[in-house]
């Protein structure tokens, strides 16, 4: 079984900064494409940012040049750093992943999301 547990949202002025974490753990052999999800309300989730076990990485159009996705292999752990946040960045952040488990089986694995809220 592989859990992944995302961390580091909460409320934050425009302009402002946040890092989210996620941390796969379980039994873990390998793990390929990290992504982060986001869902506003009333909206359908979309992939904000992608990176590949070798370092391909895509952005959302409308993140490029403020958010930055990076990932540490030897922890299992992807973040999402976000700057200059917008009001239009408010919504529940996912983090999903490509796991190859102990028994090479190969799922695909969400956290539990974890809230961004942009407000003065």
């Known amino acids: 079984q592989v859990q992944l547990v995302e961390s580091g949202g909460g409320l934050v002025q425009p302009g402002g900064s946040l890092r989210l974490s996620c941390a796969a753990s379980g039994s873990i052999s390998r793990i390929n494409r990290m992504d982060w999800y986001r869902q506003a309300p009333g909206k359908e989730r979309e992939l904000v940012a992608s990176?590949?076990?070798?370092?391909?990485?895509n952005y959302l159009n409308h993140v490029k040049g403020r958010f930055t996705i990076s990932r540490d292999n030897a922890k299992n752990t992807v973040y999402l750093q976000m700057n200059s946040l917008k009001p239009e960045d408010t919504a529940v952040y996912y983090c999903?992943?490509?796991?190859?488990?102990?028994?090479?089986?190969?799922?695909?694995?969400w956290g539990q999301g974890t809230q961004v809220t942009v407000s003065s």
């Open positions: 999903n992943a490509d796991v190859y488990d102990t028994r090479s089986r190969l799922n695909n694995y």
């Open positions: 990176i590949s076990t070798l370092g391909t990485i």
